[in-house]
T-cell receptor
Framework: KQEVTQIPAALSVPEGENLVLNCSFTDSAIYNLQWFRQDPGKGLTSLLLIQSSQREQTSGRLNASLDKSSGRSTLYIAASQPGDSATYLCAVGGGNKLVFGAGTILRVKS | KAGVTQTPRYLIKTRGQQVTLSCSPISGHRSVSWYQQTPGQGLQFLFEYFSETQRNKGNFPGRFSGRQFSNSRSEMNVSTLELGDSALYLC??????????????FGQGTRLTVV
């Protein structure tokens, strides 16, 4: 049974800092890994999708890496802004469903 | 291009009642999945539909059911509501079943409160 863990559970940083969110999973037989952002009471916004054959993906200030063999992914956020404050969720895709981590609550202070 | 549309956005129901939630996927997307999000359990997979067929089901009781129509729109139904069914129900659409690693796009969710 796939289990996904995200560390840290919460993070508070001053504006402008670079930061790293971590995601680990127990079963390396995955199709892809997707990072989402969720604002309070809202749905999920897809940030980055990494296929199992890829090592990393970049979008603007975001960079996600995937090491399938070790069961790890990181989301790097450069030059953080208050608007980045949200919950960040990592989800592993295998078969017909996504398995989610519990998320990292990020607060960027101005 | 319109995103995933879920209706209604908010619902308040009484224990014992039943409820139907609706999801319209992104145009051209044929796979629809449903997830339940609660503070205690996080995001949990309910079921996935593709071509009007349920392909996979999560570990939820039979009170939770769903269906998909020929236009790919999907509904989920919860019968005999319990207080513990209070949650944010999220629908995700993708081009096809996830074997190809398709990206999932989520709607804004339906907030169900059972009183």
């Amino acid at each position: 049974k796939q289990e996904v863990t995200q560390i840290p559970a919460a993070l508070s940083v001053p504006e402008g800092e670079n930061l790293v969110l971590n995601c680990s999973f127990t079963d390396s037989a995955i199709y892809n890994l997707q990072w989402f952002r969720q604002d309070p009471g809202k749905g999920l916004t897809s940030l980055l999708l990494i296929q199992s054959s890829q090592r990393e993906q970049t979008s603007g200030r975001l960079n996600a890496s995937l090491d399938k063999s070790s069961g790890r992914s990181t989301l790097y956020i450069a030059a953080s802004q208050p608007g980045d404050s949200a919950t960040y969720l990592c989800a592993v895709g295998g078969g017909n469903k996504l398995v989610f981590g519990a998320g990292t609550i990020l607060r960027v202070k101005s | 291009k319109a995103g995933v549309t879920q209706t209604p956005r908010y619902l308040i129901k009484t224990r014992g009642q039943q409820v139907t939630l609706s999801c319209s996927p992104i145009s051209g997307h044929r796979s629809v999945s449903w997830y339940q999000q609660t503070p205690g359990q996080g995001l949990q997979f309910l079921f996935e539909y593709f071509s009007e067929t349920q392909r996979n089901k999560g570990n939820f009781p039979g009170r939770f059911s769903g269906r998909q129509f020929s236009n790919s729109r999907s509904e989920m139904n919860v019968s005999t509501l319990e207080l513990g069914d209070s949650a944010l129900y999220l629908c995700a659409s993708s081009l096809a079943p996830r074997q190809g690693g398709n990206e999932a796009f989520f709607g804004q969710g339906t907030r169900l409160t059972v009183v």
